[in-house]
């Protein structure tokens, strides 16, 4: 915390290792968004007297590779404690996490604005079940619980207090999760990223409130917002801040109190006997370490540095690994501002127009260095380019052969151009007259019907030259 920050924000994510095929301790398979409740459960899961937990080695390399991708030191050797709470979403009356010996200590994730984000620690531990608020968490006069979610693998990064606004707290998650797609262990599409977050403000001599389970980035930044600009009024009217545990409304917008925060003490942890010290070799971590991917912040120097596109084009492609790697096969064989121009933009804008995201195409880079290819040849238009575009989000198919077929190649033809433009201007000369009485917009009309008389295949700036001439 610097001696300027008014306010202090820590977060603790929990993030879930769903790219497993079972949950933590036992041998259930994990459960998808539509399965029924209670499906995927066993004796381990549900604490049945007898059964005996065995930790699940691919959960603590997806955990060991984020720790190391997040620059954690890697414990030579971890254990699992029972964090003690008696709760309906625990049918043992306790969790599996790591406390004395977390898997990883330390670390930082670095903001845009070149700050490092510290962090604490990074550990291994079961989520519970979860608990269904009929009515609402407020006013259900019952709950009803799903032990699906029960022992499937958690990895939750511990931050330090070094946030100083919600809009830090917002970066770091997209961040950290930025992270988690390049190392492949998390889908945040089938299990939501939460947070407990805390938060406090120099006015309450900085009495740390937690907010718990905040689903969402947008949602993390709102909840810190409110809470932010309600601790400051209490304050101002001359009340107390407590240290307690709030919980945040998504439908109100606003936050309210669960319970009087409780301290690590209350948990009463002890060693989790009926699971043996786990050693990590240092040989199997130097494993582990080699099979992290090149990261999103290397690969944004890099375009900058080697391919020279601007440093906004690189984040943005960056951002997520599929876009990131299909620029770099594109940008081998095209100009990679070329490349960079049309992934950034026009093919994000034809895939947010569908409504899908990259990996749900079969669109691959040999789509696209032909198209491209084309373009940057001049032989054919933006708008053509951009049409065919449109077409192979839908299904694949040879973009050379169809530009043959359907004859979309460029207009070059300049007398053919000139005839078709002086026909345009003939048959609007409302437009004309608009345009000479000061309208811009006129002449973009007239460009407009020439475009569409030649399909798109003439270029649209000698057009326009040709059409500014005849009117």
């Excluded at 022992?151 to 988690?180: Q, Y």
């Excluded at 190392?183 to 938060?199: G, Q, Y």
């Excluded at 006015?203 to 947008?218: A, L, P």
């Excluded at 809470?227 to 009340?239: A, M, N, P, V, Y």
């Amino acid at each position: 915390m610097t001696p300027k920050s008014y306010i202090i924000i820590g977060i603790e994510v929990h993030l879930s290792l769903n790219k497993l095929n079972s949950k933590l301790f036992c041998g259930c398979s994990l459960p998808q968004p539509d399965s029924s409740p209670n499906t995927h459960t066993c004796e381990v899961c549900l604490a049945m007297p007898g059964s005996k937990p065995v930790t699940n080695k691919k959960a603590v390399e997806h955990s060991v590779k984020l720790a190391l991708a997040l620059n954690s030191k890697i414990q030579s050797e971890i254990i699992f404690s029972r964090k003690q709470y008696l709760y309906p979403d625990l049918p043992s009356g306790y969790q599996r996490t790591q406390y004395e010996i977390p898997l990883g200590v330390g670390g930082f994730v670095k903001l845009s604005s070149g700050k490092k984000i510290n962090l604490r620690r990074v550990h291994l531990e079961e989520d519970p079940g979860a608990l269904i608020h009929p009515s609402g968490l407020q006013k259900s006069s019952y709950v009803l619980v799903d032990y699906n979610r029960a022992g499937i693998p958690l990895c939750e990064v511990v931050t330090e207090p070094d946030m100083s606004s919600p809009e830090e707290a917002r970066e770091f998650m997209n961040k950290l999760i930025e992270i988690v797609q390049y190392l492949e262990i998390s889908d945040p599409s089938k299990s939501a990223v939460k947070a407990d977050i805390n938060v406090s403000i120099k006015e309450s001599n900085y009495t740390r409130v937690e907010i718990k389970n905040v689903t969402g980035f947008k949602e993390i930044e709102k909840a810190l917002n409110y809470e932010i600009q309600r601790q400051k009024q209490e304050t101002s009217e001359g009340r107390k801040i407590i240290q307690e545990t709030r919980g945040w409304d998504t439908l109100k917008g606003a936050t309210f109190s669960l319970r009087t925060k409780e301290t690590e003490e209350d948990y009463g942890y002890i060693i989790e006997s009926d699971l043996t010290p786990i050693e990590l070799k240092q040989s199997w971590v130097n494993e582990i370490k080699q099979d992290i991917p090149e990261l999103a912040q290397s690969k944004v120097k890099k375009f900058i540095s080697k391919h020279k596109i601007n440093k906004l084009d690189a984040e943005v492609i960056a951002k997520e690994k599929i876009l990131a790697e299909l620029f770099e096969k594109v940008a081998a064989e095209i100009n990679p501002e070329l490349a960079a121009k049309w992934l950034r933009r026009e093919l994000m804008r034809v895939l947010h127009y569908n409504k899908k995201e990259l990996h749900e195409i079969e669109l691959d880079e040999t789509h696209l260095i032909d198209l491209l290819g084309l373009v940057e040849n001049k032989q054919i238009t933006d708008n053509v380019a951009k049409k065919i575009l449109e077409k192979l989000i839908e299904k694949p198919f040879d973009v050379k052969e169809y530009i043959q077929k359907q004859n979309l190649g460029k207009l070059s033809d300049s007398d053919e151009i000139e005839k078709i433009c002086l026909e345009t201007i003939k048959e609007n000369p409302q437009a004309v007259k608009d345009y000479k009485s000061g309208e811009a917009k006129a002449l973009n009309f007239i460009v407009g019907q020439v475009m569409r008389k030649t399909q798109g295949k003439a270029d649209a700036e000698v057009v326009r030259r040709v059409v500014e001439e005849g009117v």
